[in-house]
């Protein structure tokens, strides 16, 4: 009486691990992706800034 109950919740969480599994995958590869991301932007920044500063303190001494 219980072991096809037992039997459809072990397969109900077979699904679930194969659903899950990949979905964890691809959210570790997004994370890191806009982790990289976002230190080469802020380094794009960094550096954007600090040309803009050298033309207008260039600007200003003219």
Partial sequence: VVAPGIAEALFATALGLLAAIPA???YNKFSSDLG???IR???FAGEFQALMSRQ???EGAE
Avoid: Q
Wanted: aromatic share 0%; glycine share 8%.
């Fill in 36 to 38: 990289r991301l976002n």
């Fill in 24 to 26: 964890v995958m691809a």
């Fill in 41 to 43: 932007l802020e380094g």
């Fill in 56 to 58: 207008l303190d260039e």
